[in-house]
């Protein structure tokens, strides 16, 4: 599974996904598409690069393609709608630069005449991914069109002279390939050091950069993928205790064994002789907010609590 660099598995090779959670957070993580999160009540903490805002009821964020984004909203109750699409459903109407702040409140809805609009689209699009009429495809692309185009027209974007400088935008893409490597080559001795050198930052300016960016420490990062490699292994290979724990990159059973009870709230011989197929989709992040749940049918992403 890629947890981190996001990779959502569709129906069809129609490229437009909608849900709708409760009481959801979602671990650091980035993808081309871009998603839309609407507050359809209560309130979420959201971080979208370096940027950290509370939303609000009837708030809506756009996270653009290629921004990383996560969300802790331990305490927060909340009803959260999000559609994510292909940038190739906008046609022309993507392009660059962005809008100023990803965050678009109530209140400039409201202004901007959108407030309907935006929950008559995502209705819309519900329904059509559900029913799958003819030319349903084509009604959900004209209506996705139609409320960028408006938003375009209303909410400031980024003029040539705000752009983000070239060393942001480096560090930025550096950051998302550090993480794809991650993803693939958990295994390896990955250390601070080897990460802050592929970014050309030293180990403690990667250290700040990275938590602000991510939520989470380098290390807690590269263990929750590494963990979850060996939850995966556990479960669906047969191999040994001290076989997974070397192949997904621990040096000795001591230390898996701590690390995977921490995140998982299991060690891996327990974990084992536990009945529910999907509980190694615990991570640290749940555990810390009030052992939530993933979500089904996604990546180990977006989180619930239990119903």
């Known amino acids: 599974m890629k947890a981190f660099h996001e990779v959502r598995n569709y129906d069809s090779d ?27 009540s209560g309130s979420c903490l959201l971080s979208i690069t370096d940027q950290t805002f509370l939303a609000h009821a009837g708030d809506l964020t756009v996270c653009e393609s290629g921004m990383i984004h996560y969300s802790d909203s331990h305490g927060m109750d909340n009803v959260l709608d999000f559609l994510i699409f292909d940038t190739s459903i906008l046609g022309p109407l993507f392009q660059n630069p962005g809008f100023m702040h990803p965050l678009i409140t109530k209140a400039e809805l409201d202004t901007f005449g959108l407030s309907g609009q935006l929950t008559d689209l995502i209705d819309t699009v519900s329904r059509e991914l559900e029913q799958k009429k003819p030319f349903y495809q084509e009604v ?54 080897f990460a802050a050198s592929r970014m050309n930052f030293s180990n403690s300016h990667f250290s700040k950069t990275f938590k602000k960016l991510m939520g989470i420490n380098f290390v807690t990062y590269l263990n929750l993928v590494r963990v979850e490699r060996a939850a995966s292994q556990l479960r669906n290979t047969g191999k ?19 690390v995977f009870k921490e995140i998982t709230g299991y060690t891996p011989s327990e974990f084992l002789l536990v009945a529910d197929p999907d509980v190694y989709k615990r991570t640290y992040y749940n555990r810390r907010s009030a052992e939530k749940e993933y979500v089904e049918n996604d990546s180990l992403t977006l989180v619930k609590n239990h119903q």
């Open 14 to 40: 129609y490229m437009v996904w909608h849900s709708r959670y409760e009481n959801v957070g979602f671990l650091a993580h980035w993808h081309k598409e871009i998603e839309l999160i609407y507050v359809r």
């Open 140 to 193: 959900v692309s004209s209506s996705i069109q139609a409320f960028w185009a408006l938003l375009k027209r209303c909410h400031p974007r980024t003029d040539a002279e705000q752009l983000p400088d070239d060393r942001r935008s480096r560090m930025l893409g550096d950051l998302q390939d550090l993480l794809s490597y991650m993803d693939e080559h958990y295994a390896d001795n990955i250390t601070l050091e």
């Open 240 to 258: 040994k205790i001290t076989d997974v724990a070397l192949s997904c990159g621990f040096n000795n059973i001591r230390t898996f064994n701590r």
